[in-house]
């Protein structure tokens, strides 16, 4: 029905002015609350106080509850009202009005003046109060509700799942309590199987749960050198490795602070065990590199075979002790060494191959890196025949029977020519022998030993022990070789990373880190200082450098099992 509502209000000359609004609803609606047709607000007048509704001449009163109205004087609960009578709600007075045309109901409504007109703006506001529903019935009921769909529910639902019973579908489960998603490796190893690792309810996973799939990892400090530290117990792994963060910060906490707090300190931190101190990766705050090199030990072992032991030196002042005679200057001259293949001057990556790692080097053998451009001969009358490398036994009986076999049958001398050679003299002429042919034989044959083993050959690479027998056999010892494959055995080096940089790729990014080309020598550790990785990297954000921080470089974690037997396999 459409209504007009009149409402009258004092003027600011003192006298009354009024004004007309039109509304359209089946039902007119009293009271405070703010979706009423006509909203009243004082005391005495409810949120839902009465209703209007036009009948032909009169109008229908219908009170909600215990509300009542004052209507011509008289307080009813419902009743009729015709045009002239007077309708009252708290101070509010209505009187009903001839409706004109169009109209099926006409008010003239005259507000309470005790009610300020901002009064109304703050009516909008909706209180509990002006509902069934009070706060504290409000409040115990969102929290009964809560109580029941985040922990009853899903703790019923996963006792039910723990004790095998499959998860009932649409029930809560312990997956709503997540804080965040797994890393892939872990969310691999337990899916949406929660109590592979919370094992106990409301308990933190434990350090004991990690280590049943992290086998072989231990502390940082081991337990019984613990015991001579300030450190206090260790630490709980989840304290470094936060999941269910991922991919925001990741499962290894990167901050610098972790290490530095106790390894800048390490003096009050660490006490007996000598730790140098480290705060941060400048010339001031971190240690001069050391290196781990492999060197061969006085006294050998049961078997009487050389035993190698592992010292730490300074970069500055290490030096090899492989057994091995080489110079990289004299490969790296292309005056000098050329490639076998087509004439070139070497490279680094001729010799040296990256491993799937992309850390370290696939090791350096004969076989593998010298043989293209190294042959083993040792007659040019007999180019085809190669002496066993690594066997000198081996070779000495070789080389006898070579030449007793030339006594007794000689052969037409090979054509052709031979491929390279180590440089060295021209072989020289066999002296004249007039003894019996095998007598002879052996004599030359005991010549091309003391050559290989004393002027050419074997010694030009290896250095050799010549024990002054009088069996031939026994006579020399080769010293075995032991080439060192990681010179920082705890330290992460990406070489993928390092073979670009600054504008520099291939052999010149590995010659801007290992000055290799002035050496003359196998004993160079050519292992770049503190100084030349500063020269690209700082432990702080710097125009022109790459920010490195400690763990980009260090692990938490000792050597693990498979990182040893995984060594064990190189040597």
């Given at each position: 029905?459409?209504?007009?509502?009149?409402?009258?209000?004092?003027?600011?000359?003192?006298?009354?002015?009024?004004?007309?609004?039109?509304?359209?609803?089946?039902?007119?609606?009293l009271?405070?609350?703010?979706?009423?047709?006509?909203?009243?607000?004082?005391?005495?007048?409810?949120?839902?106080?009465a209703?209007?509704?036009?009948?032909?001449?009169?109008?229908?009163?219908?009170?909600?509850?215990?509300?009542?109205?004052?209507?011509?004087?008289?307080?009813?609960?419902?009743?009729?009202?015709?045009?002239?009578?007077?309708?009252?709600?708290?101070?509010?007075?209505?009187?009903?009005?001839?409706?004109?045309?169009?109209?099926?109901?006409?008010?003239?409504?005259?507000?309470?003046?005790?009610?300020?007109?901002?009064?109304?703006?703050?009516?909008?506001?909706?209180?509990?109060?002006?509902?069934?529903?009070?706060?504290?019935?409000?409040?115990?009921?969102?929290?009964?509700?809560?109580?029941?769909?985040?922990?009853?529910?899903?703790?019923?639902?996963?006792?039910?799942?723990?004790?095998?019973?499959?998860?009932?579908?649409?029930?809560?489960?312990?997956?709503?309590?997540?804080?965040?998603?797994?890393?892939?490796?872990?969310?691999?190893?337990?899916?949406?199987?929660?109590?592979?690792?919370h094992?106990?309810?409301?308990?933190?996973?434990?350090?004991?749960?990690?280590?049943?799939?992290?086998?072989?990892?231990?502390?940082?400090?081991?337990?019984?050198?613990?015991?001579?530290?300030?450190?206090?117990?260790?630490?709980?792994?989840?304290?470094?490795?936060?999941?269910?963060?991922?991919?925001?910060?990741?499962?290894?906490?990167?901050?610098?602070?972790?290490?530095?707090?106790?390894?800048?300190?390490?003096?009050?931190?660490?006490?007996?065990?000598k730790v140098?101190?480290?705060?941060?990766?400048?010339?001031?705050?971190?240690?001069?590199?050391?290196?781990?090199l492999?060197?061969?030990?006085?006294?050998?072992?049961?078997?009487?075979?050389?035993?190698?032991?592992?010292?730490?030196?300074?970069?500055?002042?290490?030096?090899?002790?492989?057994?091995?005679?080489?110079?990289?200057?004299?490969?790296?001259?292309?005056?000098?060494?050329?490639?076998?293949s087509?004439?070139?001057?070497?490279?680094?990556?001729?010799?040296?191959?990256?491993?799937?790692?992309?850390?370290?080097?696939?090791p350096?053998?004969?076989?593998?890196?010298?043989?293209?451009?190294?042959?083993?001969?040792?007659?040019?009358?007999?180019?085809?025949?190669?002496?066993?490398?690594?066997?000198?036994r081996?070779?000495?009986?070789?080389?006898?029977?070579?030449?007793?076999?030339?006594?007794?049958?000689?052969?037409?001398?090979?054509?052709?020519?031979?491929?390279?050679?180590?440089?060295?003299?021209?072989?020289?002429?066999?002296?004249?022998?007039?003894?019996p042919?095998?007598?002879?034989?052996?004599?030359?044959?005991?010549?091309?030993?003391?050559?290989?083993?004393?002027?050419?050959?074997?010694?030009?690479?290896?250095?050799v022990?010549?024990q002054?027998?009088?069996?031939?056999?026994?006579?020399?010892?080769?010293?075995?070789?032991?080439?060192?494959?990681?010179?920082?055995?705890?330290?992460?080096?990406?070489?993928?990373?390092?073979?670009?940089?600054?504008?520099?790729?291939?052999?010149?990014?590995?010659?801007?880190?290992?000055?290799?080309?002035?050496?003359?020598?196998?004993?160079?550790?050519?292992?770049?200082?503190?100084?030349?990785?500063?020269?690209?990297?700082?432990?702080?954000l710097?125009?022109?450098?790459?920010?490195?921080?400690?763990?980009?470089?260090?692990?938490?974690?000792?050597?693990?099992?498979?990182?040893?037997?995984?060594?064990?396999?190189?040597?």
């Open positions: 029905m459409d209504v007009l509502l009149r409402q009258l209000r004092a003027s600011p000359d003192g006298g009354t002015e009024y004004q007309d609004t039109e509304l359209s609803a089946e039902l007119v609606s009271g405070s609350a703010a979706d009423c047709t006509i909203q009243l607000l004082g005391e005495g007048v409810e949120a839902r106080h209703t209007l509704r036009a009948r032909r001449h009169e109008i229908a009163i219908a009170c909600e509850r215990r509300a009542t109205v004052t209507l011509n004087g008289r307080r009813v609960t419902s009743g009729t009202a015709k045009p002239g009578d007077l309708l009252e709600i708290g101070g509010h007075r209505l009187r009903v009005l001839e409706p004109p045309s169009g109209f099926e109901l006409a008010l003239e409504w005259e507000p309470d003046p005790q009610v300020a007109p901002s009064a109304y703006e703050r009516a909008f506001r909706t209180e509990l109060s002006m509902t069934w529903l009070s706060r504290r019935r409000a409040a115990w009921l969102l929290a009964a509700l809560v109580l029941a769909t985040a922990l009853l529910i899903p703790y019923g639902s996963l006792l039910r799942q723990r004790s095998g019973a499959h998860a009932v579908p649409l029930l809560p489960s312990d997956q709503m309590w997540s804080a965040g998603p797994l890393t892939p490796a872990h969310q691999l190893a337990a899916g949406q199987h929660c109590g592979s690792c094992q106990q309810l409301f308990v933190h996973v434990r350090d004991a749960t990690c280590r049943e799939c992290h086998r072989g990892i231990g502390d940082h400090v081991q337990p019984a050198r613990l015991a001579q530290t300030q450190l206090g117990p260790s630490q709980r792994c989840a304290e470094c490795h936060q999941e269910h963060h991922a991919p925001v910060t990741g499962l290894v906490v990167r901050d610098n602070a972790l290490c530095v707090d106790c390894h800048g300190h390490s003096d009050a931190r660490f006490g007996a065990l140098r101190p480290v705060a941060g990766f400048s010339l001031t705050t971190h240690p001069a590199f050391t290196v781990s492999i060197k061969p030990a006085n006294i050998p072992d049961d078997s009487g075979e050389l035993r190698w032991t592992v010292h730490r030196e300074p970069v500055g002042t290490a030096r090899e002790q492989s057994n091995l005679k080489f110079s990289h200057g004299q490969h790296l001259d292309p005056e000098r060494v050329t490639r076998a087509d004439r070139g001057a070497l490279g680094c990556s001729d010799c040296h191959t990256l491993d799937a790692d992309g850390e370290h080097f696939v350096i053998t004969m076989q593998r890196s010298c043989s293209a451009c190294h042959e083993l001969t040792f007659d040019r009358l007999a180019p085809d025949r190669q002496l066993p490398h690594g066997k000198p081996d070779a000495i009986l070789l080389i006898q029977d070579y030449f007793v076999h030339n006594a007794v049958a000689p052969s037409e001398p090979a054509s052709g020519f031979h491929r390279r050679r180590m440089p060295e003299e021209e072989q020289p002429e066999a002296a004249t022998c007039t003894g042919a095998l007598g002879c034989a052996l004599k030359r044959a005991q010549a091309e030993v003391e050559n290989q083993f004393t002027g050419r050959g074997c010694v030009s690479c290896h250095e022990r010549d002054h027998t009088s069996d031939l056999l026994e006579r020399f010892h080769v010293q075995p070789v032991r080439l060192t494959r990681d010179y920082f055995p705890k330290v992460h080096f990406s070489h993928r990373l390092h073979a670009v940089q600054k504008g520099k790729s291939g052999d010149a990014a590995c010659l801007s880190c290992h000055a290799v080309k002035a050496s003359k020598s196998s004993t160079g550790v050519f292992i770049p200082d503190l100084p030349k990785c500063l020269e690209c990297h700082s432990d702080r710097a125009v022109d450098r790459v920010t490195l921080q400690c763990s980009s470089c260090h692990s938490y974690h000792p050597i693990t099992t498979y990182d040893r037997l995984r060594e064990a396999v190189a040597r």
